[in-house]
């Protein structure tokens, strides 16, 4: 059969950092669902949906009307009681005089005694109604319990809002920074421990990892894994992990998906382009170049990749000539020429270019 030029390469090793990818669920540090404390009409809606508040503005008035007029029969209960204190202070002053003066007999010092002690339970019953109601005066005001974005305001002016409802007036997310939950599987968790002597050690040392969004694009800071879960799960065999992003610039939003990327360096490892193996029955194979003539070289491969690369782990040696693109293409017993011999360095910089 006549010669056909293919490109080949020759298989080396070499120190590679490659990305693994894991599907990622974005949160903000903490969202809060808003829920009013009292039962009332809403009077004002006093933001908008997307906002940035401060801890403490307010976010929604409630009718004050009732609460206000509660507050007022409080205070003057208060105030009633504050006379009968009063009154049983005196009747009490006067009652222990004449005791002392052996007029009265003991049982009379005792019921004025009493009725000064009734009088005091009152009037701090009364103060506990009055701090309740003005409790509830100041809950008409909806407040932001901390610096966030607004969500979603379903309710509006007029609607009636009570302290029973289920679902929240709105919800404050902190976008400051992001927490971002992905998933590693049980070897892959063995792995960092052996690498950095324990999982702590490896929360400290490990490099920064990226984010990539929903669009494709890598997000312009990176974030470090801030967590690593202690338990594995029975169904999935994986164990949650959590980074930690800033979002200076809120492009970030809590719910959105993406992938994180995380770093994994190899030393003294065999790569190839992955254009250069081809799949057969779940096999991965390339063809390997023997005194010109193809043949097939099954392999194994790790399962961590960029993509573009392949880590091989058994079926190559270094030395070993194999075609670098296009092995789909060919079969057993095929006599090729190499037409540009290559090392797996310069492969993959042409790839990347």
Known sequence: ????????????????????????????RQDIEIYPQVSGKITRVRVSEGEAVRKGQVLFNIDPVPYEAALRVAEANLAAAEVGVESARLDYESTKKLYESQVVSAYEMQTATNALHSAEATRAQMEAERINAANSLSYTEVSSPADGVV????????????????????????NSQMYVYFSMNENRLLDLA????????????????????????????PGRIASISGVISETTGTVSLRAVFPNPDRLLHSGANGSVLVPEHYTGVITIPQEATFELQDKVLVYKVVDGVTQSTQITVSPISDGKRYIV???????????????????????????????????????EK
Do not use: C, F, W
């Open 1 to 28: 059969m006549p010669e056909t030029d293919y490109p080949t390469l020759i298989v080396t090793t070499d120190d590679v950092t490659l990305q693994s990818s894991s599907s990622a669920t974005i949160r903000g």
């Open 194 to 221: 052996e690498e950095y002597g324990t999982l702590d050690q490896a929360l400290k040392e490990m490099p920064d990892v990226q984010l990539r969004l929903s669009n494709g694009r890598i997000y312009g800071h």
């Open 151 to 174: 969500g979603t305001l379903p309710y509006r002016e007029g609607t009636l809002v009570s302290a029973s409802m289920t679902s929240p007036l709105t919800t404050v997310s902190d």
């Open 313 to 351: 782990t058994d079926g190559l040696q270094p030395g070993d000539e194999i075609i670098a693109s296009g092995a789909g293409l060919l079969r057993n017993g095929m006599r090729v020429r190499a037409a540009a011999e290559t090392d797996i360095e310069s492969e993959v910089s042409n790839q």
